[in-house]
């Protein structure tokens, strides 16, 4: 492949710098820059595995490399490693495509895959053999597995290591002619099974699987190994910077032996410690097992940790980006508290949601003396931090919905809501006091409030020096319309999941993660929501319209995140005990 004319890359200006903190990695490339090591390029790769869908993890990875492309005025290629046909499907490589696009990155024409590669990783492994460096092996699995040794005690040279060039050739060829069954040999890569670097003890190369491939088909029946085609698919496209995380140091060495042994282009392998988040999994396999075990609705489900699981749930993909500039970049795995990306979360929504008045709970209120059949339009400030978006009309009549937990019959010390003889304020409307209480007479329930108001409370008049320390949020019973809504919680109780080794991860899974309210009444301009639009519900927290279960004027809604973190105060509750 030709190598693609280059951007012409200088180093990052100061309104890009300031908004990504300088890093390692970034120091290392501004060094090459400085020595002219890659003819003043900076090109990068998301090398993603079609056998998942993305999660939170891989995000840093794609703001890592597609933004340093970005501030380097470089390239960043999209390359599928296709390279295990038992586990990839299509459906995983569009949504891949689908996640990056929506983080705001675009690889324009550069999407490639390691199958475009398979014609010339065989040239590269015959001229391996040829050199005397690669050999057709034919142990087992179990048999390679033992003869590598420890990490403490040498391994032992296969018995097939020294077969001649001619004859590995021979059997290298009837691999790939498919005259031999899965697992019947290898080929290994010859470099010192005495090394002690495990992953230099004769490292296998090809393995053969009988498989159909979802691009390449039955023309292949050998498939090449990751620590294979990754480097010299690396190496083909220009590659100059190759950013892996941190499990991949140790394999950084074979890396570079591969190219050095066939003399071609070398990027720079750069590890970086990988994003680890409390309360969350990410692994592919596990998270795998809780979408076949119906654990959770699928890989979008909106606990997920899966970026297409965060974008229905409502997260606004610029929170994402922030958060893994905030994160930065670190030699040393560590675990980020959740709550960091929920504080990004609700940073952006601040700014950028509509604020709206919804009950999720409905209680009753009749204002007794309010007016028969008279609706009041009061002004509602859509957000109090953008001005520039406006206000809107909201109705009001004489009866309401507000929440049940705003009153209370018997209020403890310090409770500035609604109770029997008690006044608060309604959100952009009048002070009302709770004149009766109506229960239900079989169960004792409270299913009604009778209140009186003050007309001359009314918000914005200025015609009461009356105050009060409560102000609720509130719907009108004749205007409000029946919603679903979701309140999503996090997925597990604990913040390290798989930390017990001696319980299955599932034991972990958090009850309570979902519940779904059926009868919620919400503000009538609600109603025409489209889906993915982001709204705060008053006191409530962050709402979004659900992107596959909502219907034109039928909006169902997820909640993205509360106000504020309520988790924190759970955990430190629980230190107490």
């Not at 060094?31 to 993603?48: A, D, M, Q, S």
């Not at 079609?50 to 999660?55: A, D, E, V």
């Not at 003399?263 to 990410?282: D, G, K, V, W, Y």
């Amino acid at each position: 492949m030709e190598k693609e004319e280059k951007k012409n890359n200088q180093p990052p200006n100061e309104e890009t710098t300031s908004k990504m903190p300088q890093n390692f990695i970034k120091e290392i490339i501004d060094e090459h820059l400085r020595t002219n090591k890659y003819g003043g390029i900076v090109h990068t790769r998301f090398p993603p595995e079609p056998n998942g869908y993305l999660h939170i993890g891989h995000a840093k990875s794609i703001c890592l490399n597609f933004g340093l492309a970005e501030e380097y005025n470089g390239l960043c290629n999209l390359r599928f490693d296709d390279t295990n046909p038992t586990k990839e499907e299509e459906e995983y490589v569009s949504s891949i495509k689908e996640d990056i696009k929506w983080l705001g990155f675009d690889w324009e024409d550069r999407e490639y895959y390691a199958s475009d590669y398979f014609d010339t990783l065989y040239e590269y492994a015959v001229k391996l053999i040829s050199k005397g460096v690669a050999y057709v092996d034919s142990l087992t699995s179990d048999e390679i597995r033992k003869y590598r040794g420890t990490p403490t005690q040498a391994g032992k040279e296969s018995p097939y290591r020294n077969r001649p060039v001619e004859e590995n050739l021979e059997l290298f060829e009837k691999m790939k002619n498919g005259e031999f069954k899965d697992g019947e040999c290898v080929l290994r890569a010859k470099i010192d099974m005495a090394s002690p670097n495990m992953n230099m003890r004769d490292p296998v190369m090809y393995r053969i699987r009988h498989e159909f491939h979802h691009r390449t088909g039955d023309k292949w029946c050998i498939y090449p190994m990751y620590d294979w085609a990754h480097g010299q698919s690396d190496s083909i496209e220009g590659i100059t910077h190759s950013i892996c995380t941190l499990e991949f140091e140790n394999h950084r060495p074979l890396y570079d032996w591969f190219i050095e042994q066939l003399e071609i282009h070398h990027p720079r392998q750069i590890e970086f410690a990988r994003l680890n988040l409390s309360f969350t999994i990410m692994s592919k396999r596990k998270l795998l097992e809780l979408v076949e075990g119906k654990y959770v609705t699928g890989w979008n489900d909106p606990r997920m940790p899966t970026l297409s699981a965060m974008r229905r749930r409502g997260y606004p993909p610029e929170a994402i980006r922030h958060f893994a500039e905030r994160v930065g970049v670190a030699k040393r795995n560590q675990v980020i508290d959740v709550a960091l990306l929920e504080h990004s979360v609700r940073e952006n929504l601040n700014k950028n949601a509509q604020r709206v008045m919804g009950v999720l709970r409905p209680l009753k209120v009749i204002i007794t003396n309010y007016p028969d059949n008279t609706v009041e339009e009061l002004e509602a400030v859509n957000n109090p931090e953008d001005p520039s978006m406006g206000k809107r009309k909201v109705p009001f009549s004489k009866e309401l919905y507000i929440e049940q937990n705003d009153f209370k019959e018997d209020p403890p010390k310090k409770f500035f809501r609604l109770a029997p003889g008690k006044e608060v304020r309604l959100r952009y409307a009048y002070i009302i006091k709770c004149e009766e209480v109506i229960k239900d007479p079989v169960s004792g329930k409270v299913i009604e409030l009778h209140c009186s108001y003050d007309i001359d409370t009314k918000s914005g008049l200025g015609k009461s020096d009356k105050k009060v320390k409560g102000t609720i949020h509130w719907v009108s019973v004749q205007h409000a319309f029946n919603a679903e809504v979701r309140l999503y919680d996090r997925l597990f109780t604990v913040e390290d999941p798989v930390g017990d080794k001696e319980k299955d991860f599932k034991e972990f899974l958090n009850p309570d993660s979902l519940e779904t309210l059926k009868e919620c009444k919400l503000e009538p301009g609600l109603k025409s929501a489209k889906r993915g639009e982001r709204f705060q519900f008053e006191r409530l927290g962050y709402f979004c319209a659900d992107l596959i279960d909502s219907e034109d004027g039928k909006p169902v809604f997820n909640r993205i995140v509360p106000l504020r973190d309520t988790w924190a105060k759970i955990a430190k509750a629980q230190k107490k005990n």
